[in-house]
């Protein structure tokens, strides 16, 4: 049997997938998808295929990757896919094939207990917390039963907890092979495995940072793999991005002070001027740092020119000079005793890239690049990054098919898959920014009733978006007034954190603790327990309501009626003042292109279509999706973007929307019939 064969027969009404899956049910949708993946892994080459929520396109790759017999690599965009799939969805699918696969899962190596950095916490001459040194105590603790290191493992260590950095390592502050623990290292156990397994997982994070530095095992992988899988493929872009460039701040620099000071005073004491070598670049970084003191901290600054917008260029240029010159003096006193000392050449390295990344930052900025500068209360961040991955991916894309070729193996197979992946049937949204424009395309529609299970109420009056306050006070007024009919079961999705306080703080307001209503505000607790609590409805009579921003936008499932009302509060457009935002306009308008309609009007149109996707998330789930925002009804753009959205009932009057929520609390459909819409909000 081909693959195809062998994939159609699995997903049949009587295949092995239903009688593996108590739930499962054949989808024409999920069926077609897989036969695609399938056919990509036989012909080799790209299919990049967009899978509307409830298609099951995890499924739809991970078949046709099990039954094809080549390794596989399996990338995601976040670390909860990543655990999801290796402790989930693959082992289930192995044992259901009953077929000797080895999986793995590959983490970067913040991800893992260093035992060595562990080791050095308590000879650490700066006082520790004793909050800190607790928690070091309950790492220790688990280290002698773990058997991967994994820090995910530990019940109620936050990923942004200061004990992390204490006991993970770095490229630059590894050992290597000269490390005692090189044999018991997780790091290293976990590339070994990934190295042996049929199918790896990884994450998008760990595949650019690799495809940059070589550090995190992805590379010695990806030749060896006949299949790559890019899940959550619309963030590829912006990841990428974040690692094809140059990241330079004070903050590196004043830690490679503090190491180096460490070092030197164990392996070269006495050798050089040590402290007036590094109080000099301190010095150095300190009035450079001054340069932009009036700049008001979290400010992004574009940089065209020889230095960023609105810094004086002779200070700026004099700074940047000044901490070249310091460092390159300690540099050369480090060469001349790294012979001696071989345990500072690793410093003496990682010193010279950060002079190379501060050098390249005095040179004009590239054609097809853009650099800003991010002031933050007590630092500088210098960024340098393309416009997009698209040279990168076509790169990487022709590495490894060169590869196969000199081994005369089959030509690789990508598959780049989302449930939102571009406004047009070609998906040039995704497609032109990964330089994957040859590809082949695939978009399966949800197998969701929208035009019966929900309703979109674009309310025909509501201040303009331009008047902040007066807009965010009555996206909380209408939010609120659903959330008390429904007894709360609604999300309020912002395109700004300072729509988020307002709305948020305005809401809690009302709702005071003697009200039946808990409001939960996204920066008011962790991302986790946030979730837990919305999830769990209405507890002791209590009902609840989240107002979020950022990362709510995309990866909140929340099936069921804990969730029957989404309000966002505009139209999420890319903020122009952005650095990035305002290159790649450039870009397109010196090739005779619009930056409003070729990248403004899609990346709004994503956006909407993510937040939009929070409400339906399956068959059953019935609800109302409000967008505040009447420049959906009035301006001329406002049919393409409603075209981007699932198809559902619309409605304009206040009293079609109470109407919707009366139906929904009688456990109703929100709409009677919905043969034709109560109004066109596209009109012009």
């Excluded at 893992?112 to 070091?136: I, N």
């Excluded at 700049?295 to 260029?313: H, M, S």
């Excluded at 979730?531 to 507890?539: N, P, T």
């Excluded at 009293?655 to 929904?664: I, K, P, S």
Aim: hydrophobic share 40%.
């Amino acid at each position: 049997m081909t693959l195809e064969e062998q994939v159609a027969a699995a997903f049949a009404q009587d295949g092995w997938l239903s009688r593996a899956e108590p739930h499962f049910r054949p989808r024409t949708g999920q069926t077609a998808m897989a036969l695609a993946v399938a056919a990509t892994i036989e012909s080799g080459g790209v299919l990049v295929a967009e899978a509307g929520t409830g298609v099951g396109k995890t499924f739809s790759y991970l078949v046709p990757a099990l039954l094809c017999g080549k390794r596989v690599v399996i990338s995601t965009a976040t670390k909860a896919l990543q655990d999801q799939l290796y402790l989930r969805d693959l082992p289930r699918l192995v044992q259901a094939l009953g077929m000797p696969l080895r999986i793995a899962r590959l983490k970067g190596r913040s991800s893992y207990l260093c035992l060595h950095r562990m080791g050095q916490v308590h000879q650490s001459k700066v006082p520790l917390d004793p909050q800190v040194l607790r928690a070091v105590a309950r790492v220790q603790q688990w280290s002698h039963g773990t058997r991967t290191g994994d820090l995910a493992e530990l019940p109620g260590l936050a990923e942004n907890s200061a004990v992390t950095t204490l006991v993970t390592s770095t490229k630059d502050n590894c050992l290597g092979s000269s490390c005692e623990h090189w044999e018991q290292c997780h790091v290293n156990t976990a590339r070994a495995q990934a190295l042996q397994a049929d199918i790896c997982v990884v994450n998008h994070h760990l595949f650019f940072a690799d495809m940059e530095v070589r550090d995190s095992g992805v590379a010695q992988l990806l030749p060896s793999a006949g299949v790559v899988v890019m899940d959550e493929a619309h963030q590829l872009n912006e990841t990428g991005i974040q690692f094809a460039g140059w990241v330079l701040g004070t903050r590196q620099l004043q830690g490679y002070i503090k190491d180096v000071l460490a070092d030197v005073n164990l392996h070269a004491r006495g050798q050089a001027d040590w402290m007036q070598l590094l109080a000099q670049l301190e010095h150095a970084i300190n009035t450079w740092r001054a340069v932009a003191g009036s700049v008001p901290q979290g400010t992004r600054l574009r940089w065209l020119g020889a230095a960023p917008d609105g810094l004086p260029e002779s200070s700026w240029r004099k700074g940047l000079h000044a901490t070249g010159q310091a460092l390159r003096a300690l540099l050369l006193a480090l060469a001349q005793v790294t012979e001696t000392a071989h345990a500072l050449l690793p410093l003496y390295e990682r010193g010279a890239r950060l002079l190379s990344q501060l050098a390249s930052f005095a040179q004009p900025v590239p054609d097809d690049a853009v650099r800003w500068l991010e002031v933050t209360r007590q630092h500088l961040r210098l960024m340098e990054s393309p416009l997009n991955i698209a040279r990168l991916m076509r790169e990487h894309l022709q590495d490894t098919d060169d590869a196969q070729d000199e081994a005369a193996a089959p030509r690789q197979a990508w598959v780049f898959t989302s449930a939102t992946l571009g406004d047009d049937d070609d998906m040039r949204w995704f497609t032109e920014s990964c330089g994957l424009r040859q590809a082949r395309v695939l978009k399966v529609e949800s197998p969701f009733d929208y035009q019966r299970q929900a309703v979109l109420y674009v309310p025909e009056v509501f201040p303009d978006p331009a008047q902040q306050a007066e807009h965010s006070a009555a996206v909380a007024q209408l939010a609120g007034d659903g959330a008390q009919v429904l007894g709360g079961r609604t999300l309020v999705l912002t395109t700004t954190l300072k729509a988020l306080e307002t709305i948020g703080q305005l809401l809690q307001q009302r709702f005071g603790m003697f009200e039946p209503m808990d409001v939960l505000v996204q920066g008011q607790g962790s991302k986790h327990v946030l979730m837990e609590r919305f999830r769990a409805g209405a507890v002791n009579g209590r009902g609840c309501m989240l107002v979020a921003s950022s990362t709510f936008w995309e990866g909140v499932d929340i099936p069921g009626d804990a969730l029957q009302l989404v309000v966002i509060d505009k139209l999420p457009f890319p903020p122009p003042d952005d650095p990035l935002v305002d290159a790649r306009s450039r870009q397109l308008e010196s090739i005779g292109r619009s930056p409003f309609v070729d990248y403004m009007l899609p990346e709004a149109s994503m956006a909407l279509k993510q937040g939009a996707g929070r409400l339906i998330r399956s068959e059953t789930d019935t609800g109302i999706l409000v967008v505040a925002d009447t420049r959906l009804r009035t301006k001329s753009y406002g049919k393409r973007l409603v075209q981007a959205l699932p198809p559902m009932h619309r409605i304009g009057t206040r009293e079609a929307f109470e109407d919707a929520l009366a139906r929904l609390v009688r456990g109703e459909l929100p709409v009677e019939t919905a043969p034709a819409d109560e109004d066109d909000v596209s009109n012009s």
